[in-house]
């Protein structure tokens, strides 16, 4: 008997727009359905390169720029076979920030290409559905204060909110834009039912691969 593959949910969106809060209630209401489902997040400070990353952010050490983006997607390659084996085993996951961030990121910084940070990351597996958390910089910076980590700045993040933009255009990757300007749960609601369809679809397909 052949397992139903769970799916791979993503939440992308500048700093402040909510993405934190709103997969740990999709993980919440997805389990109270029955369905199982667990929330994974990226960089995944708890490894031995997420620590490097960790670092870094935290301004305690400092990484060519380079290197770190490269640092961020090995991050990623080495949960690629957890990832597998949960959806595989019919768990839905719900990722906090993925490959995307990436690519908006580091390309955000001068003298970066997309095509360049894309790069290391083709092949990962692919969401089935990528929601992106739209919030205008301004919103965004009225829901108080930048943290202190690195790049924690509103001309920052205005760049960053440009280059989601530019990989949104990219029809190969299924995008769907929630206004994040509303309540919490309003903003809920549609990601539930986003995520509910897509479950039900990916469900008997395989897994694909991410720009490839
Ligand atoms: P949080 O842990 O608060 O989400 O912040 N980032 C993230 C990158 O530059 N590249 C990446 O590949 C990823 C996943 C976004 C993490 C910070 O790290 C940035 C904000």
Same mark, same amino acid.
């Given at each position: 008997m052949s397992c139903r593959r769970g799916a791979l949910i993503v939440l992308e969106g500048?700093? +402040?727009? /909510?993405k934190t809060t709103q997969c740990h209630k999709l993980v919440q209401a997805l389990q109270q359905s029955g369905r199982a489902a667990e929330m994974m997040r990226f *960089?995944?400070?708890?490894?031995k390169i997420g620590k490097l990353i960790s670092s870094y952010l935290e301004k305690k050490s400092n990484l060519e720029d380079h290197t770190v983006h490269l640092l961020f997607s090995a991050n990623r390659w080495e949960m690629v076979p957890l990832i597998k084996q949960k959806l595989e085993q019919g768990i839905n996951l719900v990722v906090d920030r993925y490959a995307f961030s990436g690519v908006a990121f580091t390309s955000?910084?001068? /003298?970066?290409?997309l095509e360049w940070c894309m790069n290391p990351d083709? /092949?990962?597996?692919? *969401?089935?559905l990528v929601m992106f958390l739209q919030l205008n910089p301004n919103m965004a910076a009225n829901r108080g204060e930048y943290g202190i &980590? +690195?790049? &924690?700045t509103s001309a920052f993040q205005r760049t960053v909110h440009q280059r989601f933009e530019q990989l949104m255009q990219d029809s190969s990757v299924n995008w769907k834009v929630i206004d994040?300007?509303?309540?919490i749960e309003e903003v809920h609601k549609d990601i539930k039912l986003l995520s509910e369809d897509i479950i039900s679809l990916a469900e008997n397909q395989p897994v694909g691969e991410l720009w490839r």
């Open positions: 500048v700093d +402040r727009a /909510g *960089p995944d400070r708890t490894t955000a910084k001068p /003298g970066f290409s083709v /092949g990962l597996p692919k *969401p089935d &980590e +690195r790049y &924690e994040a300007a509303r309540t």
